[in-house]
């Protein structure tokens, strides 16, 4: 499968954005599906992370300001962000994992494909 993550840009503090991840593959609803963020000089950390039955896992940092939702019609992943932080800028990659797409895996390694990354930049 191929990943296509967009939709980041310059917010305020206080905003918000959704971002989207476009998969290619007709096999897209068995994935369990992740996004992760990297801010320079830090290591990639999980963000949220969706089952195939749409359970949802989030970091500690973003529940209740994140939302993570999938559109299987549509091949499409989203990750709403509400009450944005300038601690939340970064680097925001969507993953999938099709080994195990009952369990929402937190370690990027788990995950066997990445989409290119967008920036998403939060001033204070």
């Known amino acids: 499968v191929q990943l296509q993550a967009s939709g980041g840009g310059l917010m305020q503090a206080g905003g918000s954005l959704r971002l989207s991840c476009a998969a290619s593959g007709r096999t897209f609803s068995s994935y369990a599906m992740g996004w992760f963020r990297q801010a320079p000089g830090q290591e990639r950390e999980f963000v949220a992370g969706?089952?195939?039955?749409?359970?949802?896992y989030y970091a500690d940092f973003v529940k209740g300001r994140f939302t993570l939702s999938r559109d299987n019609a549509k091949n499409l992943v989203f990750l709403k962000m509400n009450s944005l932080r300038p601690e939340d800028t970064a680097v925001y990659y969507c993953?999938?994992?099709?080994?195990?797409?009952?369990?929402?895996?937190?370690?990027?390694?788990?995950?066997?494909?990445w989409g290119q990354g967008t920036l998403v930049t939060v001033s204070s």
């Open positions: 993953a999938a994992e099709s080994d195990s797409p009952w369990y929402i895996a937190t370690m990027a390694r788990s995950y066997d494909y």
């Open positions: 969706m089952d195939w039955s749409t359970d949802t």
